[in-house]
């Protein structure tokens, strides 16, 4: 996607629906994604497309690639949100690149082609106060979430279906882009009160590492 680099796509792989999407992903090494482990569903075949900006249009740049393994965290329950996290390994020759993943705060963007996001593909987003998010949705808010939401005029910005899986990063103070965030769920989408909720990656780091060896 245009200027944002590490945004992939979960996609179905066979016959029937073959393309069709099923969730964002966020590329953050050479061979693993990083998505919601509530993605995979069934067990279907999947292949996960980097590179993509205009999901419908094939463009120079656009790579896919078949899925080696999917790995989901070991306390995620089907139908639940908490530890709605999982990571694929995509059939690539070698290679690995680590990326540290400590905070940031400010300057923060969701992206995605679900029914998002306005303008289009992408939004700038606040990461709200834990208070915030636990007064909305209570015990459902975990401390291995993070919600986040934010207006654009008067328009709200979220995530929503076809969206989760996918990014939300934040730009530090040097330069650097971390993936804060993966979005999870929400009580509906672009309501007010009603924030979207991301799966915390900065609680997830060790399993991270342990997975993906890095
Ligand atoms: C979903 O169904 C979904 N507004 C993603 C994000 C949000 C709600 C639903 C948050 O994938």
């Known amino acids: 996607m245009g200027g944002w680099p590490w945004q992939a796509a979960l996609r179905l792989r066979g016959f029937q629906a073959d393309g069709r999407l099923v969730c964002g992903a966020t590329l953050i090494s050479s061979c693993w994604v990083l998505t919601s482990a509530h993605c995979f569903k069934s067990t279907v075949l999947y292949k996960v497309r980097v590179g993509d900006y205009h999901a419908l249009v094939p463009e120079e740049g656009e790579q896919e690639y078949a899925v080696d393994r999917i ?58 106060s834990k208070r915030h998010c636990k007064h909305r949705y209570a015990d459902q808010f975990t401390g291995r979430m993070l919600c986040a939401g934010s207006a654009f005029g008067d328009r709200r910005v979220d995530s929503c279906r076809g969206d989760s899986g996918g990014p939300l990063m934040c730009k530090r103070e040097n330069g650097t882009w971390v993936v804060y965030g993966v979005t999870s769920w929400g009580h509906s989408c672009r309501q007010q009160n009603s924030p979207g909720v991301y799966t915390k990656v900065s609680a997830f780091v060790p399993w991270i590492k342990k997975v993906t060896g890095q």
Not at 73 to 98: I, K, Q, S
Not at 99 to 115: L, M
């Open 71 to 128: 790995v989901m965290h070991p306390h995620y329950r089907p139908h639940g949100n908490d530890y709605d996290l999982a990571l694929v390994r995509l059939l690539v020759g070698g290679g690995a690149d680590g990326e540290r993943v400590p905070r940031a705060k400010a300057n923060c963007y969701i992206t995605g082609w679900g029914d998002t996001v306005h303008p289009d593909l992408q939004a700038s987003i606040t990461i709200l």
